[in-house]
């Protein structure tokens, strides 16, 4: 089967997280699936993003050094157990020096929606490097790719950017399926995408599913993989309901109902690319992966 598949950042908070995620992508090709990743930001970083550009709303750099020195001590010593701390190292400086160079630019006047989506990005782009490596040291050949480079090209609506589906299945198609013959496993930002500039853009809080389906109709895979850490779209907030259930089946109608009126477990946008295209999305537990999760596809199931 050729399945692409995503990591979300309440996975990949550690060190264990994407060595967990990691093994379970290796356990999956090792079984002679085609995969390609898509993965978020580490848990928590896009919020610091965020809050850091509200906060130099006022036009003070203050802070900015802080906040990249701890995002910089984070990624290192999440990376440093994918025992490739050299090359790693030295992207993660990279990235660091890129964010605060934007955020200086940001801090100076250059608020615009485009410099935001290029800081609000950011988590994702030290992300995929960083599993990417955690996959190498598993054996898994591998490439990390930013949505763009992934051939995921959108409209210039930084913040909500739309795909240009068109063209997207001739680059992603190209870009991706050349590393899928090759036998690689690429692995891509999720969130974000580039205009026909080659300027970052965003497509909405939560957009890493979203990227995920888009990758997955561009390729024409067999399945949609979301990997959560619950068991599948349940009937309640398990955290809130323990004897909450996953509910097994669900129609791509269904769960863009559930998605638009406040579910957190997709982002509402994820269904259109998928259904289209007649892919099946499964949303399964990653610390349970024996587990089916929830199925969403044509056909509905009452629960």
């Known amino acids: 089967m050729r399945l692409v598949m995503k990591f979300g950042g309440g996975l990949l908070v550690s060190q264990k997280g994407y060595s967990d995620c990691a093994k379970l992508v290796r356990d999956i090709t090792a079984e ?4 390609v990743v898509v993965v978020s930001a580490m ?3 896009t919020d610091q993003l965020v809050d850091a550009m509200d906060s130099l709303d006022g036009g003070t750099s203050q802070g900015i050094g802080t906040l990249c020195g701890s995002l910089r001590s984070l990624h290192q010593a999440t ?8 090359r790693i190292g030295e992207k993660i400086d990279d990235l660091i020096g890129i964010l605060e160079r934007a955020l200086e630019k940001y801090a100076g006047g250059d608020g615009t929606a485009q410099r935001s989506d290029e800081i609000s990005s950011m988590g994702e782009r030290l992300s995929a490097p960083i599993f990417a490596h955690y996959l190498e040291e598993l054996g898994v050949p591998t490439d990390s790719l930013t949505g763009g480079e992934a051939g995921i090209v959108t409209d210039s609506n930084f913040g909500n950017a739309s795909p240009d589906m068109e ?6 198609g190209t870009r991706l399926g050349s590393l899928l013959d090759r036998g690689k496993t690429p692995v891509v930002t999720g969130f974000m995408a580039e205009n026909a500039e ?5 497509m909405g809080r939560g957009g890493s599913d979203y990227t995920t389906s888009i990758i997955g109709a561009c390729l024409g895979v067999d399945e949609i993989w979301i990997w959560k850490d619950v068991c599948g779209i349940m009937t309640a907030n398990p955290k809130v309901v323990p004897e909450a259930k996953t509910i097994p089946l669900l129609s791509y109608s269904e769960a863009a109902e559930l998605a638009h009126f406040g579910a957190s477990v997709l982002h509402p946008r994820t269904m259109e690319p998928a259904m289209r295209s007649m892919i099946p999305i499964r949303v399964k537990d990653a610390t349970r992966p024996d587990l089916e999760g929830t199925l969403i596809g044509g056909d509905s199931l009452e629960v």
Do not use: P
């Open 32 to 35: 002679g699936h085609e995969v």
């Open 43 to 45: 848990g928590g970083v």
């Open 79 to 86: 990376a440093g157990g994918a025992g490739a701390a050299d």
């Open 167 to 172: 063209t997207c299945r001739e680059l992603v």
């Open 198 to 202: 080659g300027e970052i853009t965003t």
